[in-house]
């Protein structure tokens, strides 16, 4: 059985920064595509970050592209999301999600339904 397991939210000023970590437990890490998507209240899930299982590619979400940077520790099973020049609106429930793919990012890597694994999330509070 895989399990997904968030850490390092919290809550911060805008324009600060934080570092959530993900880490993986079950099964082979070095063979899952990560993803992060984040929900806030009454709104759908949207896709962050994903990195593939080497790290070697990855992409972002419009609404972070430029302000968070995505990275993976296979020797530790976990993937980081780094978060900065925070907003309001960046406010949500940030979820880690994981999915067999031995190579590359795939077609679907922006779509959480085509995800396997799922962690509980990780609240990200930001005051303006």
Do not use: H
């Not at 099964?27 to 896709?47: I, Y």
């Not at 962690?119 to 509070?125: E, L």
């Amino acid at each position: 059985q895989v399990q997904v397991e968030e850490s390092g939210g919290g809550s911060v000023q805008a324009g600060g920064s934080l570092r959530l970590s993900c880490a993986i437990s079950g099964r082979t890490f070095s063979t899952f595509l990560m993803g992060w998507f984040r929900q806030a209240p009454g709104k759908e899930r949207e896709f962050v970050a994903a990195i593939s299982s080497s790290g070697g590619r990855l992409d972002y979400g419009d609404a972070v592209k430029g302000r968070s940077t995505i990275s993976r520790d296979n020797a530790k099973n976990t993937v980081y999301l780094q978060l900065n020049s925070l907003k309001f609106e960046d406010t949500a429930v940030y979820l880690c999600a994981a999915r067999q793919l031995p190579f590359g990012l795939g077609s679907y890597y922006s779509d959480y339904k085509k995800y396997d694994y799922w962690g509980q999330g990780t609240q990200v509070t930001v005051s303006s």
